[in-house]
C-alpha cells in the first residue's frame, strides 16, 4: 500500500521559516495532482497548497505569498517551503493527493510561537 510519510516540522518564532518534505513509497508525484494540508485539534482539515500533474500551483488565500509547495523530478516528495510563518499556521500539516485519496500519513506538526 502506497505510504506517505511528512517530515520537517518543528518550533519556530513568527517571522519564520520551515521547510516541509512528504515522501512517498512511490512516483505517484508526477501524474497525479498532490497537495499540502493542515489541521488544527478541534476543526476539519484544510487545504493548503495543491500542484496539478503539469506543475500549475494554487494556494489557500490565508497562504499565499509565503508557501511554495514544489516537487522533485523523480515525482516522490513533495515539499512545502513556508516563510513568515504566523501563530495561526500552527497545525499538523499533511500531504496527500488532491483530492485527497490515500491514506493519511502521520503528519508533521508545526508550531508557530514566540
Known amino acids: 500500500q502506497l505510504q506517505l510519510v511528512e517530515s520537517g516540522g518543528g518550533l519556530v518564532q513568527p517571522g519564520g521559516s520551515l521547510r516541509l518534505s512528504c515522501a512517498a513509497s512511490g512516483s505517484i508525484f508526477s501524474i497525479n495532482a498532490m497537495g499540502w494540508y493542515r489541521q488544527v485539534p478541534g476543526k476539519q482539515r484544510e487545504w493548503v497548497a495543491i500542484m496539478t500533474s503539469g506543475g500549475t500551483t494554487n494556494y489557500a488565500n490565508s497562504v499565499k505569498g509565503r508557501f511554495t509547495i514544489s516537487r522533485d523530478n523523480a515525482g516522490n516528495t513533495v515539499y512545502l517551503q513556508m516563510n513568515s510563518l504566523k501563530p495561526e499556521d500552527t497545525a499538523v500539516y499533511y500531504c496527500?493527493?488532491?483530492?485527497?485519496?490515500?491514506?493519511w500519513g502521520q503528519g508533521t506538526q508545526v508550531t508557530v510561537s514566540a
Open positions: 496527500n493527493l488532491s483530492p485527497a485519496k490515500l491514506t
